[in-house]
């Protein structure tokens, strides 16, 4: 790479600022695992076990250096094996164990047999315990007047290896709790931060996939704070919008169609999704002497028409309606019943109510004769309810 590329490199580096969402993941992390490396500095050094047996081999060299000088004097060497043993003996640990620290000693060469103090060995405890158990230190050999001086010494590690495997296990605990702990942490952070939003995002686009006619309430879902993932969510809350406007109620199985994730969908926009008849019932409505109307108010006539146009609205909606176009001075309106599934099961299910009445009740036949004596007559509309 020349300088050029690498200053047009470093300039779309520079143009690129990184999101509010990865500031505040970054900045997080950064801060907990901080935290937590400073915890660990801290308690790994007490929950790592350090042996106070390392004394052993210095001991047992300064005795090797007293045998050397005591030669034959066996009340000399005696006396310092006792004291040998005597400070071997704070180490024996837990006194419940009843098992000495040191449990074999040997003086190279063999001299004051009378004296079995010098020499001996716990035999009870070394047939009982494992070799990992057992500390053997043995002196290199000086050869005196054709005598080889050596001091070999044999030591009970068990309540070592039992404060070892303690410290190692909580040392583990640790460790894995710090492990779950940050695992939590992340995993919590993540899901406020970007999958909840997602998540958010998700449901309204099935919300609208089921039903796109339904105004629904967005405000209920959960914020996802003052992050890109919530202006993004803001967008598809007003696109959703955008699409009912723009399809209406014809179009709602369009968007349901396209807006669907369950069952794999393309990004293309397939608008040539196949019919079903719907059965509706239409109304139209206009206003008498439109023309006398405008002569009379000239420019007032806009706010005489959007009048009625709000109280023509606002009651089809009330009963359940909907107005589907304007033409100037005239409304068409329609209520919706339903495609012919919907029609079958309500036809299916008023032949089982007269099928179990028996016959018409007398209100029906009024109804039905009514009904045909009025179906070319006018409506009045001063008779409906808030009109």
Same mark, same amino acid.
């Given at each position: ?133 057992? +500390? @053997?230190? &043995?002196?290199?050999? #000086?050869?005196? !007047?054709?005598? *080889?001086?050596? =001091? ?85 809350? +007003? @696109?959703? &919008?955008?699409?009912? #406007?723009?399809? !209406?109620?014809? *179009?709602?199985? =369009? ?85 012919? +599934? ?46």
């Amino acid at each position: 790479m020349n300088h050029d590329e690498v200053e047009e490199y470093l300039e779309k580096s520079n143009a690129q600022k990184q999101s509010k969402v990865g500031a505040e993941l970054s900045d997080i992390i950064t801060r907990r695992v901080i935290v937590v490396v400073l915890l660990m500095l801290c308690v790994v050094p007490l929950l790592t076990y350090t042996s106070p047996y390392d004394s052993e081999m210095k001991a047992t060299e300064f005795l090797h250096a007293v045998n050397i000088q005591a030669g034959y004097d066996c009340n000399y060497l005696e006396r310092s094996a006792e004291k040998f043993k005597s400070f071997m003996e704070q180490f024996s640990g837990d006194a419940n164990l009843n098992v000495p620290f040191l449990v074999a000693l040997d003086f190279s060469p063999s001299r004051c047999k009378t004296r079995s103090e010098i020499n001996f060995a716990n035999v009870d405890v070394l047939s009982e315990m494992r070799d990992e158990a057992l +500390k @053997i230190i &043995a002196t290199d050999p #000086v050869n005196i !007047g054709g005598e *080889g001086f050596s =001091i070999v010494a044999t030591f009970n590690l068990t309540q070592y290896m039992k404060d070892q495997s303690q410290a190692s296990i909580h040392l583990l605990v640790f460790v894995l709790f710090m492990l779950v702990l940050l695992s939590t942490q992340f995993t919590g952070d993540a899901q406020r931060l970007v999958l909840a939003p997602i998540e958010n995002m998700m449901a309204i686009v099935n919300m609208v996939a089921e039903d796109p006619l339904e105004d629904f309430d967005f405000k209920a879902l959960p914020k996802s704070g003052d992050y890109e993932t919530h202006v993004v969510q803001i967008a598809i809350e +007003k @696109i959703t &919008a955008l699409l009912r #406007v723009g399809f !209406g109620v014809a *179009g709602a199985e =369009i968007i349901s169609s396209n807006m669907a994730v369950e069952g794999g969908g393309t990004a293309v926009l397939n608008p040539m999704i196949p019919g079903k008849r719907v059965y509706s019932l239409f109304g139209f409505c206009d206003i008498l002497s439109f023309d006398k109307c405008t002569e009379k108010l000239e420019d007032e006539i806009m706010t005489f028409v959007n009048n009625i146009a709000r109280i023509v609205h606002g009651e089809v909606t009330r009963w359940g309606g909907t107005c589907n176009k304007n033409l100037g001075n005239a409304f068409l309106m329609v209520w919706r019943i339903g495609d012919e +599934k919907a029609l079958s099961e309500f036809n299916r299910g008023g032949m089982r109510r007269r099928a179990s009445s028996g016959s018409f009740s007398g209100h029906e036949a009024m109804i039905t004769k009514n009904a045909k004596v009025s179906r070319r007559s006018e409506i009045d509309l001063n008779r409906i309810p808030g009109m």
